[in-house]
Nanobody
């Protein structure tokens, strides 16, 4: 069982940066693939990024590649999402997620077992 709590959301102007953090409870955090998803009003939840248990491999949606960076610190049970060059279309509620499955290339939300409550990111133009 893993409990996830996101933080770091807020309001930022286009071109700015934000860093989201996700704190996980549980002694086996380093055995989970971690991901970030987002959901804008009226839209389906979409994949943003994922990272392997070791942090050695990452995977990004094309829409954020080169602007967002996912990382994790297994000693602190945290996963982060550094978001640079933000655009108004990045506005959404961002969710941290964990899965006990091994791969990181599956973008479906069904692939993940545990979810945080979400944190709002608003990018103004």
């Amino acid at each position: 069982q893993v409990q996830l709590v996101e933080s770091g959301g807020g309001l930022v102007q286009a071109g700015g940066s934000l860093r989201l953090s996700c704190a996980a409870s549980g002694r086996t955090f380093n055995s989970y693939v971690m991901g970030w998803f987002r959901q804008a009003p009226g839209k389906e939840r979409e994949f943003v990024a994922a990272i392997t248990w070791s942090g050695g491999s990452t995977y990004y949606a094309d829409s954020v590649k080169g602007r967002f960076t996912i990382s994790r610190d297994n000693a602190k049970n945290t996963v982060s999402l550094q978001m640079n060059s933000l655009k108004p279309e990045d506005t959404a509620v961002y969710y941290c997620a964990a899965t006990s499955r091994a791969g990181i290339l599956n973008r479906g939300s069904y692939y993940y077992d545990y979810w945080g409550q979400g944190t709002q990111v608003t990018v103004s133009s």
